[in-house]
């Protein structure tokens, strides 16, 4: 499996993105996805996920801001990202293939995307 990540950009405090992960080399609808970010000088952490089922978790601190969904015709899981703020500044990476018992762990996932950066201005 191969996971593109895009769609990270610059933008202002309060304003939005969508980072999209398109998935190629196997069809992704079996697998739980996640999203985790890391920014300058922090651990990778993890800021949302989706199962097979479509069953959705999140970090306390984008509840009600960010929104993970997917497209199994287009093989691709998005991350819609509202109400931006400077601390959501960082690179954000797409996952796949949860195989660890939680969807928060860097460690349990087989697949990783290569990043793509989000900076937000104050």
């Known amino acids: 499996v191969q996971l593109q990540a895009s769609g990270g950009g610059l933008v202002q405090a309060g304003g939005s993105l969508r980072l999209s992960c398109a998935a190629s080399?196997?069809?992704?609808?079996?697998?739980?996805m996640g999203w985790f970010r890391q920014a300058p000088g922090k651990e990778r952490e993890f800021v949302a996920g989706?199962?097979?089922?479509?069953?959705?978790n999140y970090t306390d601190s984008v509840k009600g801001r960010f929104t993970v969904y997917s497209d199994i015709f287009k093989n691709t899981v998005y991350l819609q990202m509202n109400s931006l703020k400077p601390e959501d500044t960082a690179v954000y990476y797409c996952?796949?293939?949860?195989?660890?018992?939680?969807?928060?762990?860097?460690?349990?996932?087989?697949?990783w995307g290569q990043g793509t950066q989000v900076t937000v201005s104050s």
């Open positions: 996952a796949a293939d949860r195989v660890g018992l939680s969807m928060m762990e860097v460690t349990s996932y087989n697949y």
């Open positions: 989706i199962t097979s089922g479509d069953s959705t």
């Open positions: 080399g196997r069809t992704f609808s079996r697998y739980d």
